[in-house]
Each structure stands twice: as C-alpha cells, then as structure tokens.
C-alpha cells in the first residue's frame, strides 16, 4: 500500500480529484509530543520523500523551527494513499503547537474536515492541545485520537488513552497506537484517516472560492499563498480578486507541495495548494481573504478570520546606534512573513532610537527577537515585555498605553489592563503550589475539575501582565515542568495599577518605568534600585537612584562617589599594556548612555532589563 | 602565568630599528629572573628554579653579556648609538639570587660597552633576606649606587598573603647596611592586599619612614589575572580589594611620607629631593630610549618597542645563535607616542605642558580642574598637575583627556 500505479495517479491529479477521493486533515499536538516526526513518517510512507532524502523535521523550515522543536508557520503537504486499491490524495496542514499561534491553528483547521489529535502517551494531553481540540470540535472536526510514543518505556498507553476517550466521547480501544519513531502504526493511521475524515463539499460547478489560509515571503519567489479551494477550479495563467481587499494578481503558478513546491494546471473544490502571484508583501495576499475569479467573480466571500491582536508589547533597540536602519529594513522584511508583527519607531533617552513591537506572546518575542539577531546580524537589546492599558485621566480622556513612558501625568480615574482566561493542566499533587503561584499574580479561580483521577484542570482568570513576564517558568519550576497552560484573552479589567518611574540622580530613566499594581510598587522599586545601584559604575560624584510614584519616592539607594581608579605600575614592560587597556577603555565608552550627568554603559542597561530567576 | 604579550609584529632576526637615531637619554634595564618562590601576586616573568628547564642561573650573566654585544651591533647597524648610559636597572625577578659578581660583570660589560656618565645611576633590586652586609659592599664596590628593597609590609600577617618569605626586622639591617656602604635606599611597599586593615599599613609606612630611606615606591595590590592571588579571591578565600579603603591608605601615606620629608614625584613614588628621584624610571616616563637585557625584556629605541622571548631557556637560545630575543614589537605612530606622552606624564609632578595637548584636551582641562582633579594653579603655569584626589582618580583623567566626546557636567 504505497504509491499507486500512473494509471490510478491521474485519478487524484490536482484540479481533477473528485472530491470523494480527497481528504483534509491537520495534527493537534503539544510541543515535543512528537508532531513533526509523525509526518515525517508520513511523508515515507506514502513516499513521497525517499528515506536517503529524509531529515529530521522536513516541514519545519526555519533554523529555529528545528532547534526548538517547534512549528512557527503552518504547511501543507499533499501525500497520495491507496486504501482498497482506491487512491486518495491526503493533505496534511500542518499547526502550530504554541499558544502564542493559537490563531494560525483556527486558521488551517478551517481549511480540514478532520484533525488527528496527538498525544504523548507518556505524558497525557495539555492544556493547549486541550483548547485546540475545542477549536476543533467548535469546527465541527472529525477528531481521531492517536498516542505517540508508544516505544517509549515511560509510556503509559492505557491510562492516557482512557482519559482521551473521557474527553471526546469515544471508546478507548478507538484511540490509535503509534511511534514515530519507529513508525508503527502509521499506515494504519492514514488508513483511520481515510476512512473517518468525511470528503470535503463544494461546488465543480460555482464560480470559484478559495480561502487564504496562510501567506509566506520567499525571497526568491515573493509571497506564496497557502489555498484551500472551496468552489470552482483555479488554473494558472488566471487572472483573481482577493474578495476584502480588492487587490487584482495573475496567478503566475499554481501546484500542491509534495512536499517540495510542485506547480500543477490547477486545484479544484476541496483542494489544498499554493499560488504565486508575484507580489511580494504579505499583506498583499492577506490570510483570511477570499479569492475568486475576476471573470466570474463570486458574490459572498468565505467567513475568514479577525486579523491577530498584539497582545505583549516590548521596545527593541540596537545596541549599536549605527545597526537602526538595518534594524527598521529587518523588521520591513519579517513582516512580509509574520502579518502578526507591528512596530513603530520610538526613542528612549536610555537606549536611544529602537521601535515599539507588539506580539502575540512572549514565544512570538523571543522568536522575532532571535531571528533578527541570526538571520539579520542584529545586537538587540528588548526592554521588558508589557501589554496595553487603558488609563482614563481625571479629565475623562482616555489614552492606549502600550508604553509605560506614555502613562498621563496627573490625577487617574481608573486604570484597565487585559485578563485572560487560563487553563493550567497539572498532576494533583501540584495544585497547591499552582494555585499559590496564580494567586501571588492576582489571580481569580474560576474551576477546577478533575481530568482523570490524577490529573487536574485548574480555570482562572489572570492579568496578561503577569503572564507575560516569567509566569511559565514559574509553572513549569514548581511542577517540576509537569503543569501545561493556555490562555485566551477575556476583555479588560480596572486595577489598582500605577506607574513606577526609577530616577537617577532625579532624572528618570526611560527604560526602567514600569506599570504595576499597587502592591508591587514598592518591591520593584527595591529590585530595581539595588540593581541599578550594582550595574551602574562609580561616577566623580555621589548618585541616588530612586523610585517613585509621581513626586512620592518609594525606594532610594546611593551609588558612592568614585575614590580611586589608577594604575598603580606603569614602568617600561607596562607601558604597552596600559596603553591598550585605555584604548579598550575608549571604544567601551562611545556605548556610554548620559542620562543627566550620570554616565552608564549600555551593558549596564542590558543587565538591568534583562529579568532572572531572583527578580521576582 | 605572567600576563600575555601584547599583540604587535614581528620582530626581525637582525633586531635592526628603522630610521634609528641618537638617543638623547638612555638607559639599560636588566631583568634577571629568578626567585625562590613564586608571589601569589605576581605576573612578572619571573622562574623557580624548578620552572628553568635546561636554563641554568650560572648561565645568566654571560648570555646577559652576549645581549649587550648584539645590542651594541644592532644598535651601532640602526644608527642609534648612545652617547653613555645614564641609567642601569637590575630588576626582577630577585636580581640578588645572582652572585653579586655576576651583576658586576653585567655591569662592567654595558660600562665597556658604551660608557656609563659621571654620575650614573644603578640600581639593584633586592629582598631583604637575599642580601647581607657584605653582598652590598660588593655591588657598591662594583659601581652599584642605589639599593631598592621589597620591603612591601611591615606586618607578618599582610607579607604571608603576600607569599614573602623575609623576616621584617631584616630590613633595618640591610636598610642601614646598604648605606654605610655608601648607597642610595629605596623601599617598596605594597598596600591593599587582602585582610590588611588600616592600622597594618599605618604600621607600615611608619616602619618605612623609621629607616629614612631616599625613596619610597607604594603600590597598590594588582589583582592579576591568572595569578595564585585572583584564584584564591574568585574562590572566596581572601576578600577582593575594596578601591575605598585602597584610597584611604594612600592619602594616608601621602600625609605621613610628606611629614618625613618624603615628596610625591609620580603616581606610586615619593623621594627626598630630585637627585633622589629614580632617574631610571623617569626615563621611561619621560619617553626616553632603553634597551632591556633578559627574558621578556621590553625596550624602546627610537619609537619602536619590542619584547623578548620569554622563558629564559627560549631567551638564551636566541642570544646564543646571535639573533635578536625578541619575539614582537610595535612601531609607535605620532597618535600612540602622544597617547603615551599623556599617560605617562600626568602621573607625574613635573606636570604635563599644555602646550603639548590637543585642543579636545584642553577643552576637558575646566572639567578636570573645577572637579578637583587637576591643580587649578598649575594650569595657569602652562602645566597639568594632578592634585591628590586626581592622582588617585589617574585613569579616569587620562581617560577625559583622550576621549573624543564633548564633556560637561562635573561637581
């Protein structure tokens, strides 16, 4: 049961497979439970990648995909099957496994009629296959349960599959065992496939529809446009309309990935592909639009998805002043890839000319800040993460503040920051410690429910900022990294949050304002001055280093005045040496930030903003 | 580990400087060695004799004379030669490992080399407890005219940090020994190493003032990387330097030695009178030629600097294949010699001339003197003299003067 025979091959060619032999399904899985190395066995056994071509983790593109071992960008792949002697083309649209993607999940299992979720059969499902399979089955998805890993000698099958049938409602003997390791199981699973994902619907007939389900910048190609055919046939050489956006390209190419780029004469309903149409900035080609054809337009557009919402804003800055147009170029190009990235220019006394972005999450963050550095060549320095707060002023004016140096002066009526509902899935014996952490970061619980005997949902309600800052480390530290956790926003609440300024020598440094709740003021002030005051170095005169909220100091602490700083021996074997140390001396200095009269190097303002274990 | 060499060019075989010319003052510096235990402070390229491999001290003073031969060659080929030899330096090392003999014979050879000026200055280093009555007699008797001791504390507890092994009531006796044999005394002294309170320096330096010496060298403990001293406080055995109580010391000593009579003359040294003055070192201050004999030697001849090999066994192979022992060495441009000139001038009494200064220099001058670092009257002279704040706080005014950018703002 491998390739089918060129005869049987033309009855699943692109733009002529009839619907029924056609199957779209997308894998939902936990980081690390084993996603990519599943369809890698996939891809071997329907061979379409020989074994002396495969390597690990073929779909995942990127350096960083690989190293972490996870899927940023979605994918799809078209792998032939015959089941029965019949062949059938199985597109596989790969998701992402992290909550920082959660919209680029809803965005490929709209495009699929049947979702393989994947568990770790060591390790039970988490909390955010759990939200992805709601999405899932709010999509009215086929679901097949499949435990991975089986291989492994810490698998415990049994258990975790009794706690998935629990959860969709079926019998445990249903849910599939395999490795991808090893491979077992595999053909039994697309053969699972086959038979359970009903064939997708649309119309031969109708003027055509396709829904843009993700869009990607390559720099030889420009942008290719990830489809999903509805109605109707799509033939290169057409000319389209994206239905929102009004925009008018030729399709240059047109073809299926397999998993290579293979162009095609076209895609028809139920069809999963890519198009070229030359240009080449996303936006252009937007996820979530609806294609059509220009001479037979359709008159509805498919429903498509809202565009992501930044929810973690962080100023990224150059280290090196001379780096910020390659910066702003760098940015220019990330965002043809990521739609989800925003940024705008902003100063900061400390640090310069940099932008202000905004993330879906930290993961999105620490992705953007990364590939920047590689792939661009960028010493960036990223001020600590924050989210958007709506301050409503004594005069009723109402400001965004995704920047604590733009909280308004004066008196406050109310400040609201963002919740999110979170879902945090742990093993029983570390409810205490979840719940202690939840609430130490102002937490409301909502539910808790008992997944399986030992294994516990745990709902609250939280302030994104303090998600945002080292919540899942957290977690992962006081469950000895056994607890999962997923969130979605819910709307905004009004707190009792102020702004903290930390001033040296009465000057307030930009970088260090920080919006925290009342309570916390004041243990931050403390952080941060004796921090401050262990990184900045002695200057000629003495340097307080304070905390304030508005005129009220809440911590002060002092840098003395500089006593002794010469050389003790400079005769003629040292006089070379001494030389180049004050020459090392002399290129360090031009890193040299003034803030007033206080001379601070920017490593001093790295070490500062960058947050360890002790901060909290 | 002695700190690494500094990155320069090769060094040609033949040692030959271009565009070489008279040095208008010129000293030799000899390096010698040895010592009978390694310093837990020390970087110097100094040798047990269990480090030597294959180098024998007795060979010391002949290869010794065999690099004063290719300095004469070399410096005769380069068009440099000096008209005498105002200073000889015996540094180390324990230069007084060696029988005094030998560094006789050293000294005689540089004396028939090039001829030492009326009034030379030479100078042996020594420990008290390296030397006795009669080893002094002998240098003097062999042209020695000035003794400078490693006195370095006082108090037994701060010499065993320091890994000395002398008996502190040795030094009165060689101290008194070394002029009765009609010789100039210098001590060195070394404050700040771990543990040692202000009361022990204070002993210190009334110790040091007790003997009356000429002149007096005070430094403060490096710290070096690499060295016994750095591990033993990375691994929290000894408490690092704390730069206040450092600062407390020396202003405590600049009071004390002021009131024996003592004047500050550079940074880390203070003597009687200018004839008191290491002439020797003042010549490297001062931008001056020497050539430095011995393993990891430095010398300056006509704006090119260079350094020996090493190991003293690498050292004395070269020598003796008649090739020059050094293994880098660095052409100063008009940018570096000027760079060096305010280093090594603002450390000293004599001043800076302004005239000399570039004008983003003299642009930091109000800076430096509304801050207290730089004598307000002495600049009106035409001179940069730090004042004792400044001089504790060198750095930092080398550093203003050579820094390109704009300064303002000063207390």
Known sequence: MTQGTPSRDSLIAPASTPLSRIRNFSIIAHIDHGKSTLADRMLQATGIVAARDMRAQYLDRMDIERERGITIKSQAVRMPWTVADEPYALNMIDTPGHVDFNYEVSRSLAACEGAVLLVDAAQGIQAQTLSNLYLALEGDLTIIPVLNKIDLPAAD????????????????????????????????????????????????????????FDSVYDAYRGVVTYIRTVDGVFRARDRVRMMRTGMQHEILEIGVSSPEPSPASGLGPGEVGYIITGVKDVRHSKVGDTITDLSAPASTPLPGYEDPKPMVFSGLYPIDSAQYPDLRDALDKL??????????????????????????????????????????????????????????????????????SEFPEGKIDWVSEPVVDATVITPKEFVGPVMELCQQRRGTMQNMTYLSE??????????????????????????????????????????????????????????????????????????????????????????????????????????????????????????????????????????????????????????????????R | MPHPDPE?????????????????????????????VRCGYCDFNTYTASQLRGFSQTEFADTAISEVRFARDTLAASHAVPRRVETVFFGGGTPTRLPAADLVRILGSIRETWGLAPGAEVTVEANPDSIDAQGLRELAAGGVTRMSFGMQSAVPEVLRTLDRTHDPRRVPLVVRAAGEAGMQVSVDLIYGAPGERMEDWEETVEAACALHPDHVSAYALIVEPGTALARRIRRGELPSPDEDLEAAKYEWAEARFLREGLHWYETSNWSRDAETRSRHNLNYWMGGDWWGIGPGAHSHVSGVRWWNARHPAAW?????????????RERLDAQTRYEEWVLLRSRLSEGLPLAGLHPHA???????????????????QGLLVETLRGRLLGDLVVDRLLSDQEIQGYN
């Open chain 1, 157 to 212: 099958p049994d258990r975790y599959a009794a706690e998935l049938a629990d959860l969709i409602g079926c019998d445990p003997s249903d849910v599939l065992r395999v490795s991808g390791k090893t491979g077992a199981g595999v053909p039994e699973l697309l053969d699972r496939i086959v038979a359970e994902v009903p064939p997708p619907t649309g119309d031969l007939t109708a003027p055509p529809r396709a829904l843009i």
């Open chain 1, 335 to 404: 965002k043809l890839s990521d739609a989800a990235l925003v940024y705008e220019p902003e100063t900061s006394v400390a640090l310069g000319f940099g932008f202000r972005c905004g993330f879906l999450g930290l993961l999105h963050l620490e992705i953007v800040t990364e590939r920047l550095e590689r792939e661009f060549g960028l010493d960036l320095i990223a001020t600590a993460p924050a989210v958007s707060y709506h301050v409503r002023a004594e005069d009723g004016t109402v400001t965004e503040v995704t920047n604590p």
């Open chain 1, 454 to 615: 030992t294994r516990v949902e745990l709902h609250y309600r939280l302030p994104l900022a303090e998600i945002v800052f080292d919540f899942f480390d957290q977690l992962k530290s006081r469950t000895k990294g056994y607890a999962s956790l997923d969130y979605e926003p819910a709307g905004e609440q009004h707190a009792d949050l102020v702004k903290v300024d930390i001033l040296l020598q009465g000057e307030p440094v930009d970088a260090f304002s920080a919006i925290v709740h009342r309570d916390q003021a004041y243990s931050y002030g403390v952080r941060m001055t004796a921090k401050l005051k262990k990184l900045i170095p002695r200057q000629l005169f003495e340097v307080p280093v304070q905390a304030a909220i508005g005129a009220r100091i809440i911590a002060r602490e002092s840098i003395r005045a500089l006593r002794k700083d010469v050389l003790a021996k400079c005769y003629g074997g040292d006089i070379t040496r001494k030389r180049k140390l004050l020459e090392k001396q002399k290129a360090g200095k031009r890193r040299m930030k003034t803030i007033g009269r206080v001379e601070v190097p920017q490593e001093a303002f790295i070490a500062a903003l960058s947050t360890g274990e002790d901060d």
């Open chain 2, 8 to 36: 320069g060019e090769p060094a040609p075989r033949n040692g030959v400087v271009p565009g070489g010319r008279t040095p208008e003052h010129f000293g030799v510096y000899v390096h010698v060695p040895f010592c009978s």
């Open chain 2, 316 to 328: 004395a192979g070269r020598v003796r294949a008649g090739e020059s022992p050094a293994t880098g």
């Open chain 2, 362 to 380: 003299l642009a930091a001058l109000p800076g430096l003197v509304s801050a207290g670092l730089v004598q307000a009257g002495a600049a009106q």
